[in-house]
């Protein structure tokens, strides 16, 4: 299961590296700014969660996950002038959406195994790891944050991640499988929401009195 998840961890690396590159695409940047949102975006989730569980950096005891963000930015650069800006747009809606689903699995996974506060704590560092990268590269690049919109943003990761940690409560065996799984779940929800514009309902949103 170690494996598995690294290479969940290297495939999330390399999709939020792509959607930082994505985000800055319309605004004009050059090679080293788009590189270093890519590896800030890519990091920046795992890097919060490594720092919560009191670990070692994931990034600083193998390179690998930088020279995958690295070159999954230059990568991106380079492919980006290939699609309009709608499609970029939608593109790195739909990437984001897989980055987070991988990051979410991952980090429920490293949590479960460290027995760091459970069953509640491994879903909300999840949580917290999956939008991290993403909250931090729309910050940065002057963005508004896809935490803040009314689109179904962290529910699909709330869900997935809270069936993850039934099923590694009640169905151990399974675990592979069913990280595979809720991973896909994840990604279906939050791809639904970009299909068909689906949001949160009126009446858990606030509404600010008139004056």
Do not use: N
């Given at each position: 299961m170690q494996s598995f998840s690294?290479?969940?961890?290297?495939?999330?690396?390399t999709a939020f590296a792509v959607?930082?590159?994505?985000?800055?695409?319309?605004?004009?940047?050059d090679l080293f700014s788009a590189v270093v949102?890519?590896?800030?975006?890519?990091?920046?989730?795992?890097?919060?969660?490594?720092?919560?569980?009191?670990?070692?950096?994931?990034?600083?005891s193998d390179l690998n996950y930088l020279w995958v963000a690295i070159g999954a930015s230059l990568v991106t650069f380079f492919a980006e002038s290939l699609f309009t800006r709608r499609e970029i747009y939608q593109l790195m809606l739909y990437i984001d959406g897989l980055g987070?689903?991988?990051?979410?699995?991952?980090?429920?996974?490293?949590?479960?195994?460290?027995?760091?506060?459970?069953?509640?704590?491994?879903?909300?560092?999840?949580?917290?790891?999956?939008?991290?990268?993403?909250?931090?590269?729309d910050v940065l690049s002057g963005r508004q944050t896809l935490l803040m919109t009314r689109e179904l943003y962290a529910t699909p990761v709330l869900i997935g991640c809270t069936l993850y940690v039934a099923l590694l409560t009640w169905a151990?065996?399974?675990?592979?499988?069913?990280?595979?799984?809720c991973v896909a779940i994840i990604f279906a929800l939050r791809a639904a929401a970009i299909r068909w514009d689906l949001t949160v309902p009126h009446w858990l949103i606030t509404k600010a009195k008139a004056d």
């Open positions: 690294y290479w969940i961890g290297i495939a999330g690396i959607t930082a590159v994505l985000v800055l695409a319309p605004k004009g940047i949102l890519g590896i800030i975006t890519a990091v920046g989730g795992g890097t919060i969660r490594d720092l919560i569980l009191d670990v070692p950096v994931f990034w600083a987070a689903a991988l990051f979410a699995i991952q980090t429920v996974d490293k949590a479960w195994a460290m027995d760091f506060g459970r069953p509640l704590a491994p879903i909300i560092l999840g949580i917290v790891t999956a939008i991290g990268g993403g909250l931090l590269r151990p065996e399974h675990q592979a499988a069913g990280a595979l799984c």
